[in-house]
């Protein structure tokens, strides 16, 4: 009996690790990178350079992640959107960089032009049930000069019934002098830095915060959590207390689709210098139902009494 017992608990302990089990599938054609687990799909990165057909080249990006997925299989993030070609998917840019005397944008496109390029995989592993993804980006002014080293790390965290937690981490270190970051000064919204741009699905979806329920789109407002919920799913950005600027401002929209941006620096600008390295640490909860079915607020109280915040 001793020995069937004993049996049965190590086949229950490998069900579980192959449940937990991410997969990292690599598409090198194409330029992307998903991350599955037991239920399907649960991101793609693209490193790779990434294009819709008939656009210009000068709309060329990488660096990104799109699509991001719900529990159930479906794309939660929108690329190349007719009404704001530069969004895609969940990004991270800035509407003003200063670097080598010039002012430039890896927001939108601009003369000269400033964007992510991939320069090798640092970490594709699994720690216990969590997939572990780190990458290196150079940004390159007019596709030629280093003037920032990027790191990014990816930890995507077991599913449970009401959602999944992404746990998303930035360094961002000036290379060959200082490089100057700022949101848009546009009638003063400030907006910049991680964002993500919902599928049409999110049109008119619920707008929730640390504060309450939105009433109508906002910017440039201080929150420490904010949502975009459908009464079936929904997509939550968790800023880490050790975040520059704690708590930054916000644009959050569902007006023409849904929209979140803890903008930051915000419309101070922020000057990095190199051996410096700014790290900007954020989680993407993803989840079933609404804010207050999910228990949004509840996820943001475990993330920061759990993860690392300096």
Request: proline share 7%; aromatic share 10%.
């Amino acid at each position: 009996m001793k020995y069937l017992v004993l049996i049965f608990f190590l086949l229950g302990l490998t069900a579980v690790a192959a449940a937990d089990e991410m997969k990292f599938i690599e598409d090198k054609t194409q330029g992307t990178l998903t991350i599955r687990g037991a239920t399907g799909d649960v991101l793609t990165y693209r490193f790779g350079d990434q294009l819709a057909e008939g656009l210009d080249p000068k709309h060329t990006r990488s660096g990104y992640i799109h699509p991001l997925f719900s529990l159930d299989g479906k794309s939660l993030t929108d690329d190349f959107p007719k009404d704001h070609l530069h969004h895609h998917g969940v990004f991270w840019t800035w509407p003003v960089v200063i670097t080598r005397g010039q002012k430039t944008s890896s927001w939108e496109t601009v003369s000269p032009p400033l964007r992510q390029h991939f320069v090798r995989w640092l970490k594709r592993e699994q720690d216990g049930a969590t997939a572990v993804l780190s990458v290196e980006n150079a940004w390159k002014l007019d596709g030629r000069e280093t003037v920032a080293r990027e790191t990014v790390t990816l930890r995507v965290h077991p599913a449970d019934g009401a959602g999944r937690a992404i746990d998303l981490e930035l360094e961002i270190e000036a290379v060959g002098g200082p490089l100057e970051l700022r949101g848009t000064p546009d009638q003063n919204k400030g907006y910049g830095g991680l964002c993500f741009r919902g599928a049409p699905l999110f049109t008119g979806a619920a707008m929730t915060t640390d504060q309450g329920v939105l009433k109508e789109d906002v910017t440039n407002t201080p929150f420490r959590w904010a949502d975009l919920s459908t009464s079936e799913l929904g997509v939550a950005i968790f800023v880490s207390p050790g975040h520059p600027g704690f708590p930054t401002g916000w644009l959050i929209r569902n007006s023409y689709a849904g929209v979140l941006n803890p903008s930051w620096p915000g419309l101070k600008p922020v000057i990095l210098q190199p051996g410096q390295p700014i790290r900007l640490r954020y989680r993407i909860y993803v989840h079933r139902g609404d804010a207050a079915a999910a228990g949004v607020p509840q996820a943001y109280q475990r993330y920061i009494s759990q993860a690392p915040h300096r």
